[in-house]
């Protein structure tokens, strides 16, 4: 019972990925061809609210389920890494036509492939878990 309210957010999330056409390959396919605004509207909008959201609660009018306040810590400086991980990111959204997020939205309406997909995320996290420190950070 105690993380209902966490599972009604992810159904309530993933119904509003479905409805906007946030899961929908053709309109993912479209974004990376530059071929309409759609997708880069929900993403943009995405990260303004993650922006306002994250500039109200370090000013301490947010706080976290607990009511402590919220803390980010500082990144190290990386500009390489960030661009390496973020190129491998978009081939795999490319590829695959789906980010990690509404992969478990597309198996929840049916896409039964995304399985798959699922099963090689979570290897490939596996793996990164075992090579992390060996890999140049």
Not at 33 to 61: C, D, E, N, P, V
Not at 68 to 86: H, L, T
Not at 94 to 114: D, E, K
Request: aromatic share 16%; net charge positive; with cysteine.
């Amino acid at each position: 019972m105690k993380f209902l309210k966490f599972l009604l957010v992810g159904i309530f999330f993933g119904i509003l990925l479905v409805k906007s056409e946030a899961v929908s390959w053709y309109r993912i396919y479209e974004m990376f061809r530059f071929q309409s605004f759609h997708m880069y509207g929900i993403i943009g909008t995405a990260i303004t609210s993650g922006i306002l959201f994250l500039q109200l609660s370090k000013k301490g009018l947010i706080k976290s389920v607990k009511g402590a306040d919220i803390f980010v810590p500082k990144k190290e400086n990386g500009f390489i890494r960030y661009i390496v991980g973020g190129t491998i990111f978009g081939f795999g959204w490319a590829l695959i036509g789906a980010c990690p997020g509404p992969m478990y939205v597309l198996l929840g309406t049916g896409v039964w492939s995304m399985l798959i997909v699922i099963a090689s995320a979570i290897l490939g996290t596996f793996i990164y878990g075992l090579l992390k420190n060996k890999l140049p950070h």
